[in-house]
């Protein structure tokens, strides 16, 4: 799977998400958050145009270390190993996360003069 490094230095990585097994699929463009430790967090306003269902929450600790509480939402993921059902994270914030959850058991490899990213199973 091959992403990007944009000019402003992120990485980033087309997803393609679906609000069940038998939904469309919507391409969001993920930006690779090593920092956090789940596996996506979604704008609120991307996941009431794809349409996900609420699932539940989770206590999140922010980068400033503040605590807050945040919704959960059921989508479902084309990855390496097919199609993965994700509790994502819902939050006010402009760009989708993706975090080392969906990075385990890959290879990550980022060039930064090239521009590109590479995630490769392992």
Known sequence: MNGYI??????LLHVELRSSPTSGRESVEAWIDTG??????????I??????????????ILADGSQIQLSTYT????WFD???RLEVVG?????????????LDLELRLNYRAGT???NPT
């Open 91 to 103: 939050n006010e914030g402009d760009y989708p996360l993706l975090g080392v959850g969906l990075l």
């Open 36 to 45: 956090f430790t789940g596996e996506l967090v979604l704008p609120r306003r």
């Open 75 to 78: 989508c479902f993921v084309d």
């Open 117 to 119: 990213l590479i995630l």
């Open 82 to 84: 097919g199609e993965r």
């Open 6 to 11: 944009d000019d402003q230095g992120r990485a």
């Open 47 to 60: 996941i009431q145009t794809l349409g996900f269902e609420r699932s539940g929450s989770v206590d999140a």
